[in-house]
Every structure is written in structure tokens, then in C-alpha cells.
């Protein structure tokens, strides 16, 4: 999901790929999507952007002489899931381009498009930030530290920072759910709140007033002089600095976004300077709104009851040495079908030596068989291995001890002999007997059954 560095990447990207490129016409709107249309239609208009948190907005402003007379436009976007920008041929338009700005003849005709693939991005006309949103932690870092009198931007309660807030009840919460609390921490997303806090070694399900209440008490000492502060400072920043430090590191290292759609240099990048999120050897829980905190050792106090913590393997360690292919799944004991199979077990059953031996099962029915199946009650029993393992043939023996048929499987099935008679072995085949057919046996053990086909 963009956070705000991809949202100030983004505005980068508008503001350097649109300089010196004039567009015309209409905003074009696809028609699957149900953001409001943009009432905006010029001759001749520039596009600029800036951003603020997680919030984007684009302004419009028409070219001197512009036809028909316009005011300037802003939109507000709001990414969701995967929105960005891309500018790309207008006849060549990429998929989910959702909003569509076109430029003006004659040059060749490009689109800088909108592209918003779950569609869970939003804009809205009229330009204003979306109340309730606190300082931007990239741009605004000492209003959103909530430190000095004054500093609050436009537009923004005072209420909206951390240190002069933490009475409120959103510190009550873990550390790890506050973070995404956009009133305080405007541009903080999933990832950035696992490597702010893996990098302080704070337990993401610790109390955050407990966390942030020491950031109020903790003061350099006054005898350090200024350059000593600064170091210090730099050595070892605290949380709320983190906020603000992270993300311009992801800011630094350039790039449109840092999703696969985005490029597999620019997603590599990234994926090299994650040290937390989605790193093989850390260990994940969901809180309470169901989205995923990645972290290593202790996840803290107020963690999930009954939750279990989930650790990423590494690729390498996902198998290892001694994981050797699984072993085969045993052949079918269902008699075969084709003419040639039955055939070829014809021949191999009367090539079997006599048996030596004789293991007995215990007589377990089996459950759910299909309708034509033979079972191990009712008369037949089975689970006979004969000679060598490597050699031995599965037979079904009638109450009387004659053999039926076999399977040539070499492992007996569930199931046993009827009534605890010892048979004696025949590993021939009644003659007649062509395909494995249903047999029925005698009602009584005391008498010899006669098979027949049915």
C-alpha cells in the first residue's frame, strides 16, 4: 500500500515529467470507476503536484489566453491499495488508467494517467486536504513532534500532534496500532512502522503513552555543547524522529514506487533496504484491525490472546538438506480397468511362488466407499501379503480360503479374514474369471461359497 513516500515520489515524478508539457481538452474518466467526474475542460492547461502525508494533490492551472476562461482545479488523490501515475502514449493508455489527462496537439499525444489497479483510490475535486489529518511526518516534522506554539499548518488543529496529545485515547492502543493513526502520524503505513520500531527494539504490542510518555522526560544534558547535541541526536534519534527520518531514506532512494508493478530495479532497491518488514527470520502477528506487524523477539504485553507469532523462512531454509522429494503416493488398489492391465495381472498372479507365510489385519471396515467397491465385511477378506515384500501379491480370499483376485499391490489393505479361518493359498486366478468382478460369497462360514459373476 502507498505510504507517504510513495506519495511524495509521486509527486516528484508529476512535477518532473510535466514541466514544459501543455494539455488540452477534457479530464477523461473510465467508466468503471465511481470516483465524481472533474468538471475541468481548457485549450491549453499545466499540471503540478505536491503532497502531504498520504493525500496527493494535482492543480490544474490554464495557459494565459485559455480557452474557455477557467479558474485553476486541484484534486486530491487519495492512492488506496496501488494508485500512481505513469505518463504513457495516448494511443498505448496502461490498464486500470482510471483518470486520464491528455496533452494538446500538436506534439505527439501523451496521457498522464491515474492507474489504479484495485481501485481503492480516490480523488476529489475542490483541493482541500482531508480534515481530520494531522502534520505530515516528512514535511512538517516540529508541528507533528507537537513541540513550540504556532507551528500547526493551515487549515489543522492543534490537536492534531503527539507530545501535547498523549492524553488522548489512541495512546491507550499498542505502540504498533497508534502509528497508523493518520491524526498523528499523517503518512505512517504498514511497512514504516515495522522499521521504526525494529530499529529501537520496541515490542510493537507495547502501550504507545508508555512508549512516547519517555520521549517527554528524556532531555540532553545542558552542558553539551550544540555540536554535541546534534550528534547525539543523530546517534540515536527516538521514535518520533524515526517517523520522520525513515521515510526521507525511503524518499532518497528515488524511483516511481516500490511495488513489482513499479519496476524490478526500484522494487529491488527496496527489497535490499527493508530490515524488518517481510524479512526472512522475523516474525509476524495481525492486531486488532487484521493488518500484519512484522518484528523479531518479543511482540509485547498487549499482544493478541491466543495469537500465535509466524516467522518467515528464508528461501533456503524453507527446505532443507534433508528434505528429499516425498515419497510416492502407494499405487491405486483399485482393480484395473483396461483389458490389457487385467491381462497382464493374469499372467503376473500365475508366475507368483506359493507362499511361505500368510499376515493377518484386523477386520476394520472401511468407511465412504463408492457404490461397487468391494468392502472386507459381508464374506471377503484381504490384506494378504505373500513371499518377499518386493514380490508380494494382495489377494481377496473368500471365508473358505480360496483366492479370487489380486491386485499385485504388495501391501494389505484395512481389513482381515472372515471369521479367523486359515486358508489355504492359491495365487491362481479361477479360471473363467477375465475382469475383476464383484464376488459374492456363502451367508454361513460353515460352508464352501461358490463365486459368482455378477
Known sequence: ???G???HLASLFVNETCRG???????EKSSVSRNPEVPFESSAYHISACARGKELRLTLTPAPGAQPPQEPLAL?????MSGSFQLAPAHALPPHAHLRFYTAPPAPRLALCFVDIRRFGHWDPGGEWQPGRGPCVLLEYEQFRGVGVGLMHPGCPSRENVLRNLSDKAFDRPICEALLDQRFFNGIGNYLRAEILYRLKIPPFEKARAVLEALQQHRLSPELTLSQKIRAKLQNP???ELCHLVPK???QLGGKGYGPEHGEEDFAAFRAWLRCYGVPGMSSLRDRHGRTIWFQGDPGPMAPKGSKSRKKKSQATQQGPEDGPKDPPPPSKAPPRTRRAQRHLTKTAT???EATGLQQAPTVPEKGRKKGQQTTSGGLSSACSLGREEDATEWLFREDGIAVWGCGNGRGREGGLAWGCQPTISPVLPPGLRRPQ???ADASPGESGTASAS
Open 1 to 3: 500500500m502507498p505510504e
Open 5 to 7: 513516500p510513495e506519495l
Open 21 to 27: 508539457l501543455v494539455f488540452g481538452g477534457c479530464v
Open 76 to 80: 486530491v488523490f487519495r492512492f488506496g
Open 238 to 240: 527516538d521514535l518520533l
Open 249 to 251: 531514506e525511503v524518499v
Open 351 to 353: 508366475q507368483q511362488p
Open 438 to 440: 464383484k464376488i459374492k
